[in-house]
């Protein structure tokens, strides 16, 4: 059974080799907004655990459609010699200059690929198309268009009036947009067009499908573990007798940070692997994210739950832990305000012990000493017992996933995390990880709690689907 093997053509600058990315999942795929900038064809081989589905060919675009035409033209009197007419054409000007993108676009069609070509929506059709869409005709290979509205669709109708007559499938498919369910919709319908591929793309269907699903668990239980050991997080360090604190204090909240960012950071690449991101983090976009600091806790609101949410799971959380049920009521420490600076500076009174629960609400974690057998001190920050936090990490994990599932591989622009995902979780469910937060973090039976963390993880990860 030969796999399926699809060269996708057109005009230069009409996103083939955007299509290309997106259906081979290939973010190495070079992708410019220069004209010309596909010089070679070159075959993606679309692989899931080292098994090949399909290949995707990435094309130069068409030069001089019109001049290939009158050569094939003279070059044969009946449909049926049409075929090889084009075989011998590619063999005949291999190597000129003058034919040579035509002839790197046509070699793998005659080498048996099937055809997918593109063209703009955003761009009037013509005439001028006719002479391509003719070569591609008498290649004699199955084939379907793909109209791609790179600025807009205002051209999507007539476009479609002009290839239904040369391509009996045409599809508005979206390079940078397709979702996943669009992709698979063009893989079954490229099964109907072909019965030789129909088995094999009907199989690819099935094997992404569960791919997917097995991308969607591997994330929920990477999301679970990160928020499990930044709630269990603790740093600490031993002060020998006559060393001032402050300064200790201050590194101590630094390395606290620094770690907690440091691996929410290499969860998300593990997630972006997951998902074959493996150049995300060499876009320079991509900072948008990244700067998007864990510990602005300004933005906690945004990321984790709103002052009233938190009030409303607040009880939960708090009958757990045994704190006050007052814990993030209190309106006088005026919520998340400030970031490390409040925090390191309000941590005096943590070292006296005098703190009350309602101070969790605006700090991330609190110091403890305690002397130690050997002599000196033992300073400690963490684990940290803001409610909101979890929360926090949670909801911009979640808001990256939903990122990625709503990406293609060839969409190079960045991922910024401003919305409020768990706004959308309802009540029920945020007291439900409230109270597992809390769990985890008083270290209760940590490693079920934790599994249930990620089966409720994997619930909306999947909802990023739909
Ligand atoms: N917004 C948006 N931009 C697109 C889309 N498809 C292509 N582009 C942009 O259009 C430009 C050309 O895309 P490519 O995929 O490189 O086009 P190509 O047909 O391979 O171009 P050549 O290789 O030069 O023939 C790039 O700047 C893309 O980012 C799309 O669906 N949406
Ligand atoms: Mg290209």
Known sequence: MSLPVFAVVGRPNKGKSSIVATLARDDSVYIDARAGSTRQARAFPMQVDGQTLYTLVDTPGFQRAREVLDVLQASCSDASGRPQAVRDFVARHSGQERFRDECELLRPIV?????????????????DYE???????WCGRPSL???NPIDNDEFTEQWQAGLGQYFRTVR?????????????ELLALFGHLDPDWQQSLQQAVEVLRAER????????SMIAGMIAAALTFQVSQKIPEGTPGDPIKSALALRYRETQVRRERQCRRQVEEVFHYHNLQRSEDVLALEDADLFQMDDWYLWGLSRTSLAAVAGSAGAILGGGTGMVLDGATG????????LVSGAAGAITGGVGAWRYADE???????????????????????????FVLLGRALLHHRLLCQRTHADRSNLALDADLLEQVDDSQRRKLARLFAQIRAGKREDERRAE???LVLQWCRAHDA
């Open 131 to 137: 002479a391509e869409m003719e070569i591609l005709r």
């Open 172 to 184: 508005l498919f979206n390079a940078h947009r397709a979702e996943f369910a669009k992709q698979l």
């Open 335 to 342: 919520g998340l305000l400030g970031g490390l600076g409040t």
């Open 364 to 390: 991330i974690a609190q110091f403890r000493l305690k002397g130690i057998p050997t002599g000196g001190k033992q300073l400690s920050y963490g684990p940290s017992r803001n409610l909101n936090f979890p």
């Open 453 to 455: 963390l990620a089966a």
């Open 111 to 127: 080498e048996g690929a099937g055809i997918i070509y593109v063209v703009d929506g955003s761009c009037p059709f013509g005439a």
């Open 213 to 220: 699903e097995q991308q969607h668990r591997d994330s929920s």
């Open 145 to 147: 268009a793909l109209i």
